[in-house]
């Protein structure tokens, strides 16, 4: 048998599933740690995306500190918020969620951006308020392209979040790190899959929750 | 009654739009603003409501200084018609017509019960109401325009080349639509175009723009033509150039009328009866 054969073979092996540290727990705990990064990402980068989309201003900053975020080595943030605040799940998130701000970031003014400026000014000639247009014009216009955002933005995190087994915390990680002390080369590659199969998962959802959305909000 | 005092707006980059304007726009009464594109005709439109706040001089509606209204208060109360419509692509035909209402608080049911009335009134059957604008056609599209300009019963409605994006037939039909509604509604409209045939199809005042917003001259749609202000006037309606000097030509299949090029331009409806 090959590693990927063998890979299989562990992922449908009954004695890996069950249990607190089976193939099930871990992989709700990866999912968990994907959603809660992508949903605080989210509280931080939406609302500020939204003040950039609807003002027009302060985009030249957030591009260069977002970008700089980008470029922050995920397993170098990991390891320097371990150190500061010990080892659990808080050093991953923080990791994580600067992961995610970015997509998010720009999904939510990209939106806003890329809306019919003639829609946006006549929904001013008609007398709505800054906080009206925002409302009901541009955030659900903007909406198809903050998904796009948040998809990508998860995608990077549902991938990244095997460091959280870095530093002492769950996830599908855990195999990875525990197939690679033990050389147990066929663990490390079904952890692998499985993120793999999560991952695709999300995206068939995202998909689908764009087409939905778009078609909902006639702006295809 | 619309007047502009002297006003005047230029750009921190130097150019400017408008030199010192000044015009009535008579209450109940069309009038057009007509000029070729940069002439400062839209920026004059849009400050009136406030889109737009001159640099010097004022806007009047009736005896207020709209610098002394709030933008949003002042924009609830002037209907406003844009070139392409710009309706709201993710709401249906009814609650686009019903929008300003709605903003001002009319409860749903009354705000879509006198959409699908201004639906009636501006030609568009009310079955379409649920539909989304694209769904409509741009004639269609237009005759919501018009309608949600109307909806909060403005006394007066800014129309910003609102029927530059459809092709001619449809125009002229909108046109007539246009004519129709205000004999039944008398609004003040100020209307800007750059095509001098709609200018004098709606206009009761046509006033013609140079560059910097200079009016050439400011008449009926008869003193234009028939006594056009100068040369920028008279080559503005085409006269001189063929467009509207016309003539008459007898053809074996009646009275044509034909332009200055020997073109047609219509027929004599009603031939004048030969002296017997």
């Known amino acids: 048998m090959n590693y990927f054969t063998e890979a299989i073979a562990w992922i449908l092996d009954p004695a890996n599933a069950e249990g607190s540290g089976g193939v099930w727990a871990r992989s709700a705990e990866h999912l968990w740690y994907t959603l809660l990064a992508v949903l605080l990402a989210s509280v931080i980068a939406i609302p500020l995306g939204y003040l950039v989309g609807h003002t027009g201003r302060g985009r030249g900053l957030v591009v260069a500190s977002t970008g700089a975020a980008r470029a922050l080595p995920t397993l170098g943030v990991v390891t320097l918020v371990g150190l500061i605040l010990g080892i659990g799940l808080v050093a991953p998130l923080v990791a994580l969620v600067l992961l995610a701000v970015p997509s998010v970031l720009a999904g939510a003014y990209a939106g806003i951006e890329a809306i019919d400026p003639r829609t946006i000014d006549a929904a001013r000639a008609m007398g709505m308020s800054d906080w009206q247009l925002l409302t009901r014009v541009e955030i659900p216009l903007g909406l198809p392209l903050l998904l796009g955002g948040v998809r990508s933005a998860t995608l990077q995190v549902v991938a990244t979040a095997t460091l959280a087994a870095y530093v002492g915390a769950g996830g599908l990680g855990r195999f990875l790190f525990l197939g690679l002390k033990t050389q147990d080369y066929p663990q490390m590659l079904a952890s692998a899959l499985l993120v793999v199969l999560i991952a695709l998962i999300l995206e068939a959802l995202f998909e689908i929750a764009e087409r939905v959305t778009a078609r909902r909000l006639h702006v295809v | 009654m619309i007047r502009f005092d002297n006003v005047s707006k230029s750009y921190p980059d130097g150019t400017e739009a408008v030199r010192d304007f000044s015009l009535q726009a008579p209450s109940g009464q069309t009038t057009v ?36 209204i709030a933008p949003v208060p002042l924009r609830r109360r002037i209907g406003y018609v844009m070139q392409n419509a710009g309706l709201l692509p993710h709401r249906k035909v009814i609650d686009n017509i019903a929008t300003v209402p709605l903003l001002n608080g009319t409860p749903k049911a009354e705000a879509h019960r006198r959409a699908l009335e201004l639906m009636e009134l501006v ?154």
């Open chain 2, 123 to 276: 030609g568009l059957e009310t079955s379409m109401a649920n539909r989304y604008p694209d769904q409509l056609s741009g004639g269609q599209q237009q005759r919501v325009g018009v309608a949600r300009g109307l909806a909060a019963d403005p006394n007066i409605l800014l129309m910003d080349e609102p029927f530059g994006a459809v092709d001619p037939l449809v125009r002229a039909d909108l046109q007539t639509e246009l004519l129709r509604i205000q004999r039944e509604l008398h609004k003040t409209i100020v209307f800007v175009t750059h095509d001098i045939a709609e200018a004098l199809a709606l206009g009761d005042q046509i006033v013609i723009l140079a560059k910097g917003a200079r009016v050439a001259q400011a008449g009926s749609p008869q003193q234009v033509v028939a006594e056009p202000a100068d040369e920028f006037v008279a080559d503005f309606l085409g006269l001189g150039r063929g467009g509207l000097d016309l003539h008459l030509r007898e053809t074996p299949g009646g009275t044509l009328v034909v332009d200055g090029h020997g073109r047609p331009a219509g027929r004599l409806a009603d031939p004048p009866r030969a002296e017997s």
């Open chain 2, 33 to 68: 603003l007509v000029g070729s594109s940069g002439c400062g005709k839209t920026t004059l439109l849009r400050m009136v409501n406030r889109m737009v706040d001159p640099t010097s001089g004022s806007v009047w509606i009736d005896d207020d200084n709209v610098a002394d």
